[in-house]
Structures are given as C-alpha cells and as structure tokens.
C-alpha cells in the first residue's frame, strides 16, 4: 500500500524566511504533484514532477523530485502572507488507474 | 478548455435522508474521473473512480455509491446518510496518458445533522 507523508504538518513563518517542505512516499513512483488549498476551497494544482530530478520553479516556490529517494521538496524562497494555505503532496503508484494518494498536509502560516 | 462543474456546493442534510452529487467534465472525453473526502482535518480519502462509462471502482467500504451514467458526468449517491459522511466531497478528472495530474472541481460542503 503506497503510503505518502509530508512533514512539518505544521509551518509558522516570518516573511521573508526561507523554509522547505518534505513529502516521502513508500513505494517506488515517478509522478509526483504539489497542491495548494486555500480555507474553505478546493485544491490547485501548483506543480507536476514525472521524473527523476525534476525541478518546477513558480514564483517564490520550487519543487522537486529525487525518485530513488523516494522524496520531493517544496521550498519557499522568501515567504509572504500571500502564501499561507495548506500544501499537498500526491503520488500516483504504478499501475493505478491515475489514483492519487495525498501526504497529511503542510498548513502553512506566514506572519509579518 | 476542459472544466469541471460540481453542485451543490453546500448542503445540509439530516440522517437517514438520501444525497446526491454531480459533477460534469466539459472540454475533454473519456477521463478519468474521481471522488474524493476531505473529512475535518484535511487528509484527502479516494472514493471512487471511474475509467468508463459504467466502470466504477470503490476504494473503502461505505453506505455511498457512484454512477457514471454518461462520458463526463460522475454522480455520488446515499440512500441514508450518516453522521460520519459529513465532509467536503470533491470530483476529480484526469487523463492518465498525459501527465496524470488530477484538476478538481469546486467542492460540495456536506453536513449530516
């Protein structure tokens, strides 16, 4: 069973930090996705990594993938308000019809 | 462009009443499609999903059903609900040979009283 989990679960940060956010996955996958939900919505896709060293950069936030490690980052170059949501990671196993299986969550805070 | 409808988008409901949820894909054919819970405190659970007309797959046990009557039309049903099936219930599409990559639909908010 793919098991995927994300740590902190929980990030508090001043603007203008740098943090970096980690989601492990158990079983062997290339496909990788970061989404973002804002309070009370639904999610956005922010990123898709279908390959080992995979690097997406938008904005303040970079994604990647490291395959035979089994993990992806999220960092955030020099946090802003704008940026407080909760982060998803998901990974699709391998013959899995697309089925996503989603890390906890990363609620993220970034305080003036 | 390819657009995902889902409604309602809030519903209160008492136990042992039925549900009924739809959501309609426009702008692709033959997705993948997806229903997914996010009960309070944010983990997202898969429900069902569905490669065809008809083809539903359920991942756990549950007093809720799925039917894809159509291409781009996905519905979740209750005959009665319960309590625990309050959540936030959101559709997905995707197309498996391209990137994989799930987009969702706006989210119906339900809560069992």
């Known amino acids: 069973e793919l098991k995927v989990e994300q740590n902190p679960l929980f990030l508090s940060m001043q603007e203008g930090k740098n943090y970096t956010i980690y989601c492990n996955y158990s079983?062997?996958?290339?496909?990788l996705y970061w989404y973002r939900q804002d309070p009370g919505k639904s999610l956005e896709s922010l990123f898709v990594?279908?390959?080992?060293?995979a690097v997406k950069q938008e904005g303040r936030l970079m994604a990647s993938l490291d395959t035979k490690a089994r993990l992806s980052t999220l960092h955030i170059t020099a946090a802003v308000h704008d940026l407080s949501a909760t982060y998803f990671c998901?990974?699709?196993?391998?013959?899995?019809?697309?089925?996503?299986?989603f890390g906890q969550g990363t609620i993220l805070t970034v305080h003036p | 462009s390819q657009t995902i409808h889902q409604w309602p988008a809030t519903l209160v409901q008492p136990v042992g009443s039925p549900l009924s949820l739809e959501c309609t894909v426009e702008?692709?054919?033959?997705?993948?499609l997806y229903w997914y819970r996010q009960a309070a405190g944010r983990g997202l659970q898969l429900l069902f999903y569905?490669?065809?007309?008809?083809?539903i797959s359920s991942e756990v046990p549950q007093n809720l059903s799925a039917s894809r009557p159509q291409d781009r039309q996905f519905i979740l049903s209750s005959k009665k609900l319960l309590l625990s099936d309050s959540g936030f219930y959101l559709c997905?599409?995707?197309?498996?040979?391209?990137?994989?990559?799930?987009?969702f639909g706006e989210g119906s908010r339900l809560t069992v009283l």
């Open positions: 702008g692709t054919s033959n997705p993948n």
């Open positions: 990594l279908l390959s080992n060293g």
């Open positions: 998901a990974v699709q196993g391998g013959t899995s019809y697309g089925k996503l299986t």
């Open positions: 079983t062997t996958s290339d496909r």
């Open positions: 997905a599409w995707s197309v498996v040979a391209r990137t994989g990559e799930l987009f």
């Open positions: 569905s490669i065809g007309i008809d083809q």
